[in-house]
């Protein structure tokens, strides 16, 4: 996203203004990644939220940090209740966009809980409103308190509202193994066997019950349904295999706090997989092939 521009030969308050900003805008993405699901979204609402902050005398701000994560998430709401009206008329299952994660995110496992794909699906199923306590008290700590006032909502409301959130959550949400060395090897196993063709090792690595989930958005081959069962979902990938792009280098990064089998065509991401385990064998399959969605990569 293209930040701030700069003025008055970068010197004076402006200047100033965008440092304080720019000190803070990997926290506001965060926030605003975990609420809406998509990278773009966020991203556009970290601008807005950079233009709410140029209008003010950032002197007068006793908080910025406050006043920051206060207006991102007052916009991110507004824009997620329009966004899950237009993902009603998605085509095919809808996942979030993949992003890039650092180390320091993979080694936090409440942190990379809170990023994940299956987490951030789960919190797809909350209304705006629950999704936003949610992710400021499970993700960023915030107390009840400071929730009422980012959201302006009581206490006593925010306290009930954090509660129901946390229990559909916890009603819906699969625990899914945490340790990367276990995700790293059963990944390693899984790209080696359906990469070679090798359904018999590819239905090893796999649940008896694993499920795809693939998101092409109608812009790439992808079923436009859940697919359930291990043979079943392992044809699929040894099928989905043979259409590769030109060139297409194969290899794992850091997606969304933890490893993930990436395909790009030069260096564009072509296709992320990434593989939620239960005791150390592949649940569940999120795969991301909608170009729309992969600019982050």
């Avoid at 794909?117 to 909350?126: D, G, I, K, N």
Wanted: hydrophobic content about 45%; proline content about 5%.
């Amino acid at each position: 996203m293209a930040g701030p521009g700069w003025r008055c030969g970068g010197f004076g308050p402006y200047a100033a203004g965008v440092e304080v900003f720019e000190e803070r805008r990997g926290l506001l993405q965060a926030v605003a990644y975990r609420v809406l699901g998509t990278v773009s979204d966020a991203e556009d609402v970290v601008q807005e939220a950079w233009l709410r902050w140029s209008g003010v005398d950032a002197d007068a701000v006793e908080d910025p940090t406050a006043y920051l994560v206060k207006v991102t998430t007052r916009l991110a709401v507004d824009r997620l209740r329009s966004a899950q009206v237009r993902r009603e008329s998605y085509v095919g299952p809808w996942l979030p966009e993949p992003v890039l994660t650092g180390g320091d995110v993979a080694d936090d496992v409440a942190l990379a809980d809170t990023v994940s794909s299956a987490m951030l699906l789960v919190l797809e199923t909350l209304s705006p409103l629950e999704r936003a306590v949610f992710v400021l008290r499970e993700a960023f700590g915030y107390s009840h308190k400071e929730i009422g006032e980012i959201l302006d909502r009581s206490e006593a409301s925010v306290r009930q509202t954090a509660m129901r959130a946390r229990e559909h959550v916890e009603s819906r949400r699969r625990r899914y193994d945490t340790d990367q060395v276990t995700r790293r090897r059963a990944a390693e196993s899984f790209l080696e066997a359906a990469a070679g063709g090798d359904l018999a090792g590819l239905m090893a690595v796999l649940a008896p019950d694993v499920t795809l989930v693939c998101d092409g958005g109608g812009l790439a081959p992808a079923p436009r349904r859940v697919l359930e069962g291990v043979e079943l979902v392992a044809n699929a990938l040894i099928s989905f295999t043979r259409r590769m792009p030109e060139e297409p280098s194969v290899g794992f990064e850091e997606v969304n706090g933890g490893p993930a089998v990436v395909v790009r065509s030069g260096v564009a991401a072509a296709v992320v997989i990434m593989l939620h385990l239960v005791d150390g064998v592949v649940e569940e399959i999120h795969l991301v092939s909608n170009p729309e969605k992969l600019g982050a990569m």
